[in-house]
């Protein structure tokens, strides 16, 4: 944090056990669209003109120049997308093609 604006930074890394759930599940395109709008509202909704997502895919990468409440807003959307996926991934009930 700088001049009072946050990052949000994520990262699979120590869930992915299974090479498949990352490989195959997080990079499907249902989970990515979802992933892009996830960013897209949380550039709607920062009002910081700093607001930047330097490097960024559904399993790791960050987003900077936010203010605390967008930051933490962000870092529960993908928390929320993130189960979204594991709960898919555990119940193994979708189709399996990407």
Not at 17 to 46: H, N
Not at 77 to 86: D, G, K, P, R
Request: aromatic share 12%; net charge negative; hydrophobic share 35%.
């Amino acid at each position: 944090m700088s001049g009072g604006l946050w990052r949000t930074e994520w990262d699979i890394g120590t869930i992915d056990k299974d090479p498949q759930l990352s490989d195959s599940w997080f990079c499907r395109k249902k989970y990515e669209k979802k992933f892009v709008q996830v960013l897209q509202t949380a550039l709607d909704e920062s009002d910081s003109p700093s607001f930047e997502v330097p490097c960024a895919t559904s399993r790791w990468g960050t987003a900077k120049g936010m203010h605390q409440k967008n930051a933490l807003d962000l870092a529960r959307q993908v928390l929320t997308l993130w189960q979204e996926i594991l709960l898919a991934w555990e119940s193994r009930g979708e189709d399996y093609s990407i």
